[in-house]
């Protein structure tokens, strides 16, 4: 059983800073791609910031130089640092990870329960 354990977010003033943590957790081989999507009120899931396994980054236009994303292999974590935050930054987010599973052919995609993240003006 693999789980998607995530924490932070919160509430905050349009230019402050959160942070958002994932964990992979359970019996797997491996984590490959790791990312964070976001949905916000009325608006279609987004994808925010990838991460591969090597390190390699993708953001979303809307966040470029604003959030970082970030990884620890050896503890199997993903963090999303989230500055000069904007009102149109509120979501729900939501972890999301490629699990290399013992004796399976292709990986398994989990999805972390959600965080709310508010922005304030």
């Known amino acids: 059983q693999v789980q998607l354990v995530e924490s932070g977010g919160g509430s905050v003033q349009a230019g402050g800073s959160l942070a958002l943590s994932c964990a992979v957790v359970g019996s797997f081989v491996s984590v490959a791609d790791m990312a964070w999507y976001r949905q916000a009120p009325g608006k279609e899931t987004e994808m925010v910031a990838s991460i591969r396994g090597g390190g390699s980054t993708n953001y979303a236009d809307s966040v470029k130089g604003r959030f970082t994303i970030s990884r620890d292999n050896a503890r199997n974590t993903m963090t999303l640092q989230m500055n000069d935050l904007k009102p149109w930054d509120t979501a729900v987010y939501y972890c999301?990870?490629?699990?290399?599973?013992?004796?399976?052919?292709?990986?398994?995609?989990?999805w972390g329960q959600g965080r709310r993240v508010t922005v304030s003006s």
């Open positions: 999301n990870a490629e699990v290399i599973m013992p004796m399976a052919f292709s990986p398994h995609i989990y």
